[in-house]
């Protein structure tokens, strides 16, 4: 049964870069690694997808190594503004677990 | 292009009364999915729809009904409602043969 794990919370400061690593358990050959975003009273956003190495939009990055088994989003720099939880759920599957509660703290 | 909207953004019902949520998407997309979030527990799949006419059960589907007879709308209907369905519902849509989905600003449900 495909299934990720991910941290249940962060904290970090303004200004320094976050990197959360998803593990995906049972990713089939042919999935993508989807990331979302989701801020208070707010539905959940697609930020970032990959296949495989690195993928960087203006958002974020995405860090895929070779096996696949794992993922990790980097925030660089990251502000007030991105506290928020983060998902990486798996491929096709729809189940979003609690996220990565990340708080960005002054 | 609006994506994916939600009516009503808050409703407050009394045990034991009906309503339906509406979720429609402009984008053309064949899915369509209903989850609840709850304090702590992440989003739970209600139902979903793969296409016009069809729909199936998702993790949580008790307590709930659904229909999707124009692809771009998907009512999530409660018909006695209880005081456990007090929860934010997000409707969501996707394109098939992608696996991006996209959401809707939700609906506060309370029940009391």
């Known amino acids: 049964l495909a299934k990720t794990t991910q941290p249940i919370s962060m904290d970090s400061y303004e200004g320094q870069e976050v990197n959360i690593t998803c593990s995906h358990n049972?990713?089939?050959?042919?999935?993508?690694i989807t990331w979302y975003q989701q801020f208070p009273s707010q539905g959940p956003r697609f930020i970032i997808q990959?296949?495989?190495t690195k993928v960087t939009n203006e958002v974020a990055s995405l860090f895929i190594p070779a096996d696949r088994k794992s993922s990790t989003l980097s925030l660089p720099r990251v502000s007030l503004s991105d506290t928020a939880v983060y998902y990486c759920?798996?491929?096709?599957?729809?189940?979003f677990g609690t996220g990565t509660r990340l708080k960005v703290l002054a | 292009n609006a994506g994916v909207t939600q009516t009503p953004k808050f409703r407050v019902l009394k045990t034991g009364q009906s309503m339906t949520l509406l979720c429609a998407q402009d984008?053309?997309?064949?899915?369509m999915y209903w989850y609840r979030q709850d304090p702590g527990m992440g989003l739970r799949l209600i139902h979903y729809?793969?296409?016009?006419?069809?729909?199936a059960k998702g993790e949580v589907p008790d307590g709930y009904n659904v229909s999707r007879l124009k692809k771009q709308n998907f009512l999530l209907g409660l018909e006695s409602a209880a005081p456990s369905q007090t929860s934010v519902y997000f409707c969501?849509?996707?394109?098939?043969?992608?696996?991006?989905?996209?959401f809707g600003p939700g609906t506060r449900l309370t029940v009391l």
């Open positions: 969501a849509s996707r394109r098939q043969g992608t696996d991006t989905q996209y």
């Open positions: 049972n990713i089939a050959t042919n999935d993508y």
């Open positions: 990959g296949y495989k």
């Open positions: 759920p798996p491929p096709n599957k729809y189940i």
């Open positions: 984008m053309n997309h064949e899915y």
């Open positions: 729809s793969v296409g016009e006419g069809t729909t």
